[in-house]
């Protein structure tokens, strides 16, 4: 299996320009229509608009990255059957338009959430970071949600409102904004009584029905899938377990098999994020690849540092837990695809450094440190290949 080296880009609104891109090094573009309300059709025009806008660039719209699903859904309440003819709609209009991948998560609520978006490295580059006892801090004396206390131990809540008592108003509101409101693809506008309204919508919601409803999303959608050659992949719980009360069901190998064997159609496939998944130090994501590499559509090559209180930040891309050469490494020797098949892959975010520094890029999406990563990664495939031919 071979690489197409891939780059997120946000839309004609993203500073860093698809001429940027080529620049970078890669070919496919990572793209959705973010301006879109979750839950419509993407029109077959507004497709194909944006997708003339990149090869205009003398890039490939490679992944959609994501099609949102619509929370009804999750919930299977409310308008959920529409919501779904939807999602099939905009599914057939992207592969009318030769757009086949199309990456989507299932985590209620949030998307990935980090505390800190700028936390600073030694080496004076700032990365993003999940604080534990922040988040703790957060969720018991900020957000007050009801049996937060229940998660943790102890001594995790002590130093949850230690940690409280040393914030003033404008750090209460830069956590928020970070946790809840300001990630692009995440809920923004979010407010606080907003999230504990959806909480109490997710009171009955266990993982085991959410599960379930997972699957019945995936019955609907897969056979139009099929039919449409469109290469669906779910990606992971960021972080791996359950947040804010909420269940999570794609955040482990044994949550990944459940996933493939509840529908076994290659259609139904996975983005490995090493990011994501390496949180939980039991994961192990060479066995990931080497019981599905023909179901991985897309990979998200990211590190993350483990710290002992389950705290980890975003490390450089060939260091830190995620282990990324192995990971690299069973893909390229993986014989379950023909070994000139490109699966696409990404550098999955990167440390703000050099000038962008002071630009404000999306977290996690700045150039330089991604630029970087993707180098770093394609030196890395070139040596993997050198020692292993
Ligand atoms: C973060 C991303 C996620 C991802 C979605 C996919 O950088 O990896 O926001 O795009 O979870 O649906």
Known sequence: MRFEYTWRW???????????????????????????????????????????????????????????????????????????????????????CGVYTVCYNFMPVLDWTRTDLNY???????????????????????LKRDGAQKDYTEVQIQKAETYFNTLTNQDINELTDNLIAGIPGGKSGLTLEGVREILEEYKDIDAIKLHENLEYFLNEIIPVAEEKDILMCIHPDDPPYSVLGLPRIVSTNKDVDRLMNSIPSRNNGLTLCTGSFAV?????????????????????FRSIQREPDGSFFEAEHLQGNSDIAKVMNAIIKSDKLSSNYRVPMRPDHGHKMLADIHKNHYPGYSCFGRLKGLSELKGLEQGLRFKYS
């Open 10 to 96: 946000y839309g004609p609104q993203d500073e860093i320009r698809l001429s940027d891109i080529s620049q970078c090094g890669a070919t496919g573009i990572v793209n959705a229509l973010h301006e879109i309300p979750y839950g419509e059709v993407w029109s077959l025009d507004a497709i194909k608009k944006r997708k003339t806008m990149i090869e205009d660039a003398g890039l490939k719209w490679s992944v959609v990255e994501s099609v949102p699903v619509h929370e009804d859904i999750k919930k299977r309440t409310g308008d959920y059957k529409q919501y779904i003819q939807n999602y099939k709609q905009t599914l057939i209009n992207l592969a009318e």
């Open 120 to 142: 600073r490295l030694e080496n004076g580059t700032y990365a993003l970071r999940f604080d534990a006892t922040k988040f703790a801090a957060f969720e018991i004396f900020i």
């Open 280 to 300: 939980r130090p039991e994961n192990d994501l060479v066995e990931m690849v080497d019981k599905y590499a023909d179901r991985i559509h897309f990979l998200h």
